[in-house]
């Protein structure tokens, strides 16, 4: 028989029990760690550190690259970091419906073949200057009030900011592939950029209508932070999705590894654009191309997991496979994104060319269907 002390005891150890099961159970930090961080494949967009519902009490924080535990005690195990996380599965079901996703790149309404008017963007864009013209046509119209897209940093890195006039998108256009500089002496260097802290940061400047250029792990981040109305995402207006295939990583040993590939000094490399390929162009005019999967340690690791290519939840998805040298093959997705290229090519910011549309579909859902196939073996 056990006394009235006892019997107390036992019912608090067995509630506390079930709370800790519970805690487990639910989706908390403690599952996305489980589930993404030590299963090496966390894109560190670091959605959940700056989206945290108890991010006054600095609940995680960033180490060694990675999101932690930091004040674990104050976790309020809602979930949220788990839902939002591009590499979760959570809502991807329900993103699916919405964007009425189907195999291998999902909806659109229109393809387009575009490319700039604008002689300026020309000089500095990755392929036809689609995305800088776009916004530079939202920015004109007053259709958003600033745009989250990422600096060049000098060949592969990059870092994000908040364009709100067209010099800012000028300093933005072309993307950390293609610009030439010194890359021999320049450390540890990733064309990743993390946007996401930046768009909590375009609150403090009073803006309230925004675009996002941003790869398909950003966007369906955002995506489902606006399916839960986690604010600010309400101020994201447009969504202008970049094709990916991978990002890169210039380590040491993958300064090596293309150092030997190309049989090349980096210094000598002047561009580097991606479709379906990874297209080096060096400073004598030679070309060289290199298989997406054959890049060995500079293909970073957490871009295998991801199943994605072509944007599928974007207004626009736009890449250069599928078009011309010099133009942006652009899938138009929803109706705010058809509105506003016919808008942008009637006040001349963008101009289009014929091209044969069904190749430009087939030739982009190759490439899907390789990452997807790709992606989903590592998510198993
Ligand atoms: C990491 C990465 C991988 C890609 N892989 C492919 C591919 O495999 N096949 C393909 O056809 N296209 C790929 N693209 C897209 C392609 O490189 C061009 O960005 C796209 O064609 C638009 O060209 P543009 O001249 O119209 O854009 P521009 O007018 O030159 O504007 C480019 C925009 O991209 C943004 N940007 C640049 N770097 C990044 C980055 N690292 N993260 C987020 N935004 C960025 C800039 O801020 C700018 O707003 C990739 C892009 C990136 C960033």
Redesign the pocket.
């Known amino acids: 028989m056990l006394t009235s002390n006892e019997i107390d005891k036992t019912s608090i150890k067995k509630m506390k029990d079930v709370k800790h099961r519970m805690n487990e159970e639910r989706l908390s930090f403690k599952r996305l760690h489980q589930d993404v961080i030590e299963k090496g494949i966390c894109s560190m967009c670091y959605g959940c550190v700056g989206f945290c519902s108890a991010n006054e009490l600095n609940v995680l924080t960033i180490k060694d690259d990675k999101p932690t535990y930091f004040h674990e005690v104050d976790c309020l195990h809602c979930g949220i970091c788990h839902l939002i996380c591009p590499r979760t599965k959570d809502l991807d079901a329900a993103l699916k419906t919405k964007f009425m996703f189907s195999q291998p790149i999902g909806h659109f309404e229109s393809t387009r073949c575009l490319r700039?008017t604008n002689k300026e963007?020309s000089e500095?864009?990755?392929?036809?200057?689609?995305?800088?013209?776009i916004?530079s046509f939202l920015l004109d119209n007053k259709r958003i009030d600033g745009?989250i897209?990422?600096?060049?940093e000098g060949l592969w890195n990059?870092k994000?900011m908040i364009a709100t006039k067209f010099e800012d998108?000028l300093e933005?256009?072309?993307?950390?592939?293609?610009h030439s500089a010194s890359i021999s002496d320049m450390g540890n260097l990733t064309?990743?950029?993390s946007?996401l802290g930046i768009i909590e940061g375009s609150r403090r400047l009073d803006l309230t209508k925004l675009a996002v250029?941003?790869?398909p792990c950003?966007i369906k981040t955002i995506r489902k932070m606006q399916m839960l109305r986690i604010v600010p995402s309400h101020l994201v207006y447009y969504t202008?999705g970049?094709?990916?295939?991978?990002?890169?990583l210039l380590r040491d040993e993958g300064k090596r590894y293309l150092e030997k590939k190309i049989g090349v000094d980096l210094n000598k490399i002047r561009k580097i654009?991606?479709?379906?390929n990874f297209i080096i162009t060096l400073n004598d005019g030679r070309t060289i191309h290199i298989d997406?999967e054959d890049l060995g340690p500079m293909i970073r690791p957490e871009c295998l997991a991801c199943p994605d290519?072509s944007n599928y939840t974007a207004d626009l998805s736009?890449?250069?496979?599928?078009s011309p040298d010099g133009y942006?093959?652009t899938l138009v997705r929803s109706k705010s994104g058809e509105t506003i290229i016919n808008e942008a090519i009637s006040q001349g910011y963008l101009k289009e060319v014929e091209v044969d549309s069904k190749r430009m579909i087939k030739t982009i859902e190759k490439?899907a269907l390789r990452k997807r196939k790709r992606g989903e073996k590592y998510l198993t």
Request: glycine share 12%.
């Open positions: 700039t963007i500095v864009c990755c392929d036809g200057g689609v995305v800088t013209s916004l745009a897209v990422s600096k060049r990059n994000p998108l933005c256009a072309g993307s950390s592939l293609s064309t990743y950029a946007i250029v941003g790869t950003q202008i970049l094709f990916c295939f991978e990002n890169f654009n991606l479709k379906e997406l290519f736009l890449g250069g496979l599928g942006t093959s490439m």
